[in-house]
């Protein structure tokens, strides 16, 4: 073997060694490197008290109640539903059957307290017009949660 | 491949794409500006502000592409010891790393009107921090030491090592909950965008790879160059010590 080729082997055996630590290490940690948890993730675990935490998925269709200053929706992964209350500035993007990531901590009845609200975009783009067109032929299809 | 490892050969290719490869980058800038300013639609939920898109999302591709681009040349350099391969990949380091730059700045402009935040510690995000990390260690790493070869040879490896970030970013959305979307134009079932935004997008990407292109020739030159005058010197500060 050549020098030039063992050289060669040497390289390609530490990248593929070096693809698959990380691989594993990626697949260990993969728990806490999630940006936020969906309501179905919290069925059945119950939340030590003041934990903060994000929670991600859509504003449900007709739960948005604004009253003063706060303002109350579900979140939901259209599996589970979690309520969710706020008082503070909503961003632009916020709006029913829009994408979001709460962050804050569950409150003793059940509903979680939110501290900060985040639009979540989706990975649609199109013109206004096209968007009324699908919307106008049945054709439009509605976000999924995540 | 070997056959361009030769500067000559090198000096005369750059001589040859120059003229096409800045008009290219010209041209299609020019006409991707003028389509993702003027001659394309405004997104139906993000309104004006998604035109952040049309160079988001090309200094994103040209971050990543430049690093493939830059782990590439390092191995060639490392396994056959190609004097080129080696200065190609410092040369593309820092176009690199101010695209990576680029995409940070704009998508932190982006996040703040749409998410409601500049920054969030979203795998997306931090992948691709990390990649701007990787350029300023390489770039700061190459020039540590007295002898230039060992500079590229910890350089390399470093390039190397870091290449196993870039799989992490094009698939953190996929892999992890991120607050940022999921790919639009590369991904399964085909592209999630309106042909009248992508025309712009894709000429904009285009356009980026040509000045790319045409950026790295003018660096390698310089380098060359360099080497050359570092070589005479070299020589010079010997002839004179010998007292001829």
Known sequence: ?146 | MHRYANPARFLRLAKAILPYSSGLAVLLLGSGLWFALVGSPADYQQGDSMRIMYVHVPSAWMGMVCYVAMAVLSAMALIWKHPLADLLARATAPVGAAFTLLCLITGSLWGKPMWGTWWVWDARLTSMLILLFLYLGYMALIDAFDDPERGSKAGAILALVGAVNIPVIKFSVDWWNTLHQPASVVKMGGPAIDPSMLLPLLLMAFGFKAYWVTVLLLRGRAEIAAQKIRVLRLAQVHASSRGE
């Open chain 1, 1 to 146: 073997m050549t020098r030039k080729q063992r050289r060669l082997y040497f390289v390609l055996l530490g990248l593929v060694a070096l693809g698959a630590a990380s691989a594993l290490i990626l697949t260990a940690i993969s728990d806490s490197l999630v940006y936020f948890y969906t309501p179905s993730d919290l069925v059945g675990k119950p939340q030590p008290e003041g934990r903060r935490m994000r929670i991600g998925g859509l504003v449900q269709d007709h739960s948005v109640i604004r009253d003063g200053k706060s303002v109350t929706f579900v979140v939901t992964d259209l599996t589970h539903g979690l309520p969710v209350t706020y008082a503070g500035i909503l961003p632009d993007l916020f709006r029913e059957g829009q994408g979001v990531v709460v962050e804050g901590k569950m409150g003793t009845d059940g509903t979680f307290l939110a501290a900060e609200v985040l639009a979540k975009h989706d990975e649609k783009y199109m013109p206004k017009d096209v968007a009324d067109a699908l919307k106008k032929s049945g054709q439009w299809k509605e976000p999924k949660a995540n």
